[in-house]
């Protein structure tokens, strides 16, 4: 055998080793690089809790600096690579998202991706005017003040629900409901009229039938009710005050719904020159129910009417002592004595 045949034979074994070497850390750096990828994916990248909201229009590099800004992500290479991934970033959608402790980059951009958000609870209560309604409301949703002010003028979807202009409020019930961040003014009516639908069940609807009052009706004679007073208890005893008076035809002479006509709920006293305006909202002059509610009752108010007490009272006077309670009367004269005291407390503490 040759020298240079013995050499080559000798170099291949140096070659196979190398060869050996190099696919060996080949393997190993594919391997860090395939266990680094898949902490991208699946490891924890959430650092604090945080609710992120994506304007419309928002960008995706507006997404990853507002998540930056805030120090959300413990990793935000990491949700941008799986975001790229994921083809993520061409396809941002509008939306309010509760990024958890706890959640892998794979969750938080299949969440976004998705446009899967989370509702959040809207409450609304202790409502007078569409403006108190509107203002509240437009604090929790993407619908603005105005657009919801705006309801209130469609006469077309007004009529649609089965609803006028003045009976309308009675459509939005008080209470606390799940919606999400994107719902427009428009989507936001539309669920409350399933909303009304759903609270005038079978139940309440006979209960309403069985004093002659329809839900509407019912719903303005809460308002007025609620208007009397802030005391729970008292409610049913007002409700069934009222229902008296309509069952015999008798002015309901309600100082609240004067109040409406007037303007003003800061009335302290309401004097004879606030009983003549002429309002179909002045209970002192005109007969039956008002044409609307004179606020957005309560369901508890409501639930006052339907469930009112049974009783012989005609006449209530707030109680001189201020505890915003009211002594109630049979008659007239009975009613005056009552007045009379309250009327010297007011003079008492010279409130006009």
Not at 85 to 109: A, C, D, P, W
């Amino acid at each position: 055998m040759s020298i240079n045949q013995n050499n080559k034979m000798m170099l291949f074994p140096r070659i196979g080793k190398f060869i050996i070497i190099f696919v060996a850390i080949a393997f190993i750096v594919a391997g860090i690089r395939g266990y680094q990828l898949y902490q991208y994916v699946f490891r924890e990248n959430v650092k604090t809790e945080f609710v992120l909201y994506i304007h419309p229009g928002d960008s995706f590099e507006q997404l990853t600096e507002n998540l930056k800004l805030n120090g959300v992500l413990i990793s935000l290479k990491a949700f941008q690579w799986v975001s790229k991934k994921k083809e993520f970033s061409q396809s941002v959608k509008t939306g309010r998202y509760l990024l958890k402790k706890g959640m892998n980059t794979n969750q938080i951009v299949n969440t976004l991706k998705g446009g899967l958000q989370t509702p959040l609870n809207v409450t609304f209560n202790n409502i007078r005017t569409k403006e108190d309604l509107a203002g509240k409301v437009s604090k929790y949703l993407i619908a603005d003040s105005l657009s919801i002010l705006n309801l209130f003028d469609d006469e077309n979807q007004i009529e649609e629900f089965g609803f006028g202009a003045e009976t309308y409020r009675a459509m939005f019930i008080p209470n606390t409901y799940q919606f999400y961040w994107t719902t427009t003014a428009e989507e936001f009516a539309k669920r409350m009229k399933t909303e009304f639908d759903r609270f005038w069940n079978e139940e309440r609807r006979k209960k309403a039938k069985n004093i002659n009052l329809s839900p509407v009706e019912v719903t303005i004679l809460a308002s007025i009710v609620q208007g009397e007073t802030a005391k729970n208890e008292e409610m049913p005893r007002i409700a069934g005050l009222y229902i008296n008076r309509l069952n015999r035809g008798q002015l309901l002479q309600a100082d609240p719904t004067v109040k409406y006509a007037v303007g003003d709920f800061s009335l302290k006293r309401i004097l004879n020159i606030h009983l003549q305006i002429d309002s179909p909202y002045n209970t002192y002059k005109y007969a039956g129910l008002p044409p609307g509610p004179i606020c957005f009752p309560e369901t508890s108010s409501i639930d006052a009417v339907l469930n009112h007490e049974k009783h012989n009272y005609f006449f209530m006077c707030a109680k001189e002592d201020f505890s915003g309670y009211h002594n109630f009367a049979v008659t007239l004269a009975e009613h005056s004595r009552n007045a009379a005291k309250y009327r010297a407390a007011l003079n008492k503490l010279n409130i006009k």
